[in-house]
């Protein structure tokens, strides 16, 4: 090919922008790709072809209801199919509460059981208060519907239960109202096994679990993820569980448990060895965060 189609549909592009060209400026406005949103489907005649049917609505003659629904799916399939692009704008408070409900509940599990320990060992971890505090308030940031502290170790939970305690009391409430709302999502379980329960019996469904690590070749042989693959897990239409590791990283024997492996987060360095609470906020936002080129349009 001599670039001919290309440079035509370069054409056709550009020359639809200029007033005029195309009948209805709307139509432009809501091609795919203009805005945040790809365009819903457009249907035409027979209602039926080969099984698959025109949708009610669409032929209801209701045009604030085709409109309703035309949003709707254009933002279903825009969260499921182009998340990198959507994400890539800023969008107006009742946009984001709309890409909000079709974003499956996510949860985190900070795990101080199943670690990897020096010496091949495999066992549990001290907690750490500052890791509590920082990983609920990014949690509570990106919307995850929950955040697990998984500690079998009883002087361990009574300290988590402490904090938890006090950041539930009314006198916390008082003293600072974004923290008390952070730690609002967090639990104290025994067990890996005890997360899965919970998330399954609220859902119906278990979780898919997402593992983390800095290592970016693993012993498992766990399917890896990018930070651009949300919709390879969202099209499941089942929760989402982040684990994320302790100590020198979670045991093979969990990850071998899991669904997936996030790759890991890196800089240009030969260094890489983030905090747990590090990690997770740079991972929260990789996957779910805006990451906005421009500000909002009136468009
Ligand atoms: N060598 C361990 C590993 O690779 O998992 C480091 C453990 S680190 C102290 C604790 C946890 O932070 C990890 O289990 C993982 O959940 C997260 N983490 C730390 N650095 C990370 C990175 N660069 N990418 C992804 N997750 C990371």
Known sequence: MGGDLPLQLTLEGLL????????????????????????APAYTAPVVWKGRE????????????????????AIT?????????????????????????QIPPHY????????????????TTSVT???????????RTYGMAGFFIVTPL???????????????????????QDRYAALERTHLVDRYQ?????????????????????????????????YHDQGRVWGQERPVLILLGTGHGLSDELCARA????????????????????AAAIIFDRWLGINAKLPATSA
């Not at 003659?61 to 709707?72: A, P, S, T, V």
């Not at 890539?88 to 009742?94: G, I, K, L, M």
């Not at 859902?203 to 679990?209: A, E, F, I, S, Y």
């Not at 997936?260 to 905090?275: I, K, T």
Request: glycine share 6%; net charge neutral.
């Open 108 to 123: 985190v599990a900070l795990m101080h059981d199943e670690i990897r320990l020096p010496h091949g060992f495999v066992g």
């Open 259 to 278: 669904d997936y492996r996030l790759l890991p987060v890196e800089g240009y360095s030969d260094f890489n060895h983030l905090s747990v609470r590090s």
């Open 194 to 226: 005890d997360v899965i329960e919970k998330i399954t019996n609220l859902h119906g469904k278990p979780p898919l679990v997402l593992v983390t690590s800095a290592r970016s070749t693993e012993t498992t042989p766990l399917e890896p993820l990018s």
């Open 16 to 39: 639809r922008l200029l007033p005029g060209v195309v009948g209805k400026r709307e139509s432009v406005i809501r091609d795919s790709f203009s805005g945040p949103w790809v365009d």
């Open 54 to 73: 025109v949708p009610a609505v669409v032929r209801s003659g209701d045009h604030k209801r085709i409109e309703q629904w035309e949003e709707e799916i």
């Open 77 to 101: 399939a825009t969260v499921r199919d182009h998340f990198s692009w959507l994400r890539s704008h800023q969008v107006t408070d009742r946009e984001r509460g709309l890409v909000r409900k």
């Open 154 to 176: 009883l002087d361990q939970k009574k300290i988590v239960q402490k904090l938890l305690n006090f950041w539930r009391s009314e006198s916390a409430h008082d003293y600072n």
């Open 129 to 139: 208060s500052i890791d509590i505090h920082d990983i609920a308030r990014s949690s």
